[in-house]
C-alpha cells in the first residue's frame, strides 16, 4: 500500500489526503512532524516538506502540487466525468493557478503563520523554536486573510466552484487550508455568505469525512468545525 507522510494541520498534507479520498484511493497515513529533521525522512524528501507520497515501488514524490499531477496522470484519466484536473489546457490552467493561490500564496500570507504559531509552537521543543506564539505574526495573518476571503467569497458567488462548472483540484486545495484556519476557528464565514455556502457543500463531501474527524493533542477546535450546517 501506498505511504503519505503528512501532519493533520499541514494545509498541503490535508489537499492531498482530499484528493486521495476522492478519488477512493487507499494510502497509509504517517504522521510526520518535519522539524525533527529524522535522517529517514530527509532521505525521502532532503527539503524536509510535507506531504510526500511513496508509492508501491517504494518512490517517493514530494509536494503537494506535484503529487497531485502525479495522481491525475497514473488514476485521473480512469475518472472521466470525476476528474479533478479537467482535459482542457485553458481550464487546466485556472485550476493550477488557484490551486497555487491557496497552497502557496495564503500559504505565505496566512496558514504557515497561524498555524505554527497556535499549533506547530507548542508541539515542538524550545530548540527547533517551540515556545509563546509571536503575536505580530498572529496579527499579521489575521489582517491578510481577509483579503483571501473576499476573494475566496467572490469565485464562489460567481461561479459553480472555483475554477467553473466542476469540482476541480483547486476547491480540494482551498478546503485543505480553510479546513486547517477553521479547526483554529480563524475564519470569519458571517462576513462571506458565499464562501461559507461552498464551504459547507465541500463539508458535505464523504472526502471530507476524514478531515473533520482530524484532533490534535491539546488543541480542541472551533465548536462548528465538525457540523455540516456550521
Not at 482530499?18 to 510526520?32: D, G, H, P, S
Not at 489575521?142 to 472555483?162: F, P
Request: proline content about 6%; charged content about 30%; overall charge neutral.
Amino acid at each position: 500500500m501506498p505511504t503519505l507522510y503528512h501532519h493533520p494541520m499541514s494545509a498541503a498534507s490535508r489537499f492531498v489526503r482530499l484528493v486521495l479520498y476522492e478519488y477512493e484511493l487507499e494510502a497509509e497515513l504517517v504522521e510526520e512532524r518535519p522539524w525533527e529533521q529524522r535522517p529517514d525522512f530527509l532521505a525521502l524528501n532532503p527539503a524536509a516538506t510535507l506531504p510526500v507520497y511513496v508509492d508501491d515501488s517504494l518512490q517517493a514524490v514530494c509536494g503537494a502540487t506535484v503529487i497531485a499531477e502525479f495522481i491525475d496522470e497514473v488514476f485521473g484519466v480512469f475518472k472521466r466525468d470525476r476528474r479533478l484536473l479537467p482535459d482542457e489546457p485553458f481550464r487546466r490552467a485556472e485550476v493550477r493557478r488557484l490551486t497555487e493561490w491557496f497552497l502557496v500564496k495564503m500559504e505565505q500570507d496566512v496558514t504557515r503563520y497561524l498555524v505554527r504559531e497556535r499549533v506547530f509552537k507548542l508541539l515542538m521543543p524550545k530548540e527547533n523554536g517551540g515556545g509563546a506564539p509571536d503575536s505580530k505574526a498572529l496579527r499579521t495573518a489575521r489582517a491578510n486573510i481577509r483579503q483571501h476571503m473576499r476573494y475566496l467569497d467572490w469565485l464562489t458567488g460567481s461561479r459553480d466552484w472555483l475554477a467553473g462548472n466542476t469540482m476541480s483540484y483547486a476547491d480540494f486545495a482551498a478546503a485543505g487550508a480553510l479546513s486547517s484556519l477553521d479547526y483554529l476557528g480563524e475564519v470569519g464565514w458571517s462576513e462571506t455568505p458565499n464562501a461559507r455556502d461552498w464551504y459547507q457543500r465541500m463539508k458535505s463531501r464523504p472526502s471530507m469525512r476524514p478531515i473533520l474527524a482530524d484532533r490534535i493533542s491539546r488543541i480542541t477546535p472551533v465548536s462548528h468545525y465538525a457540523d455540516l450546517d456550521f
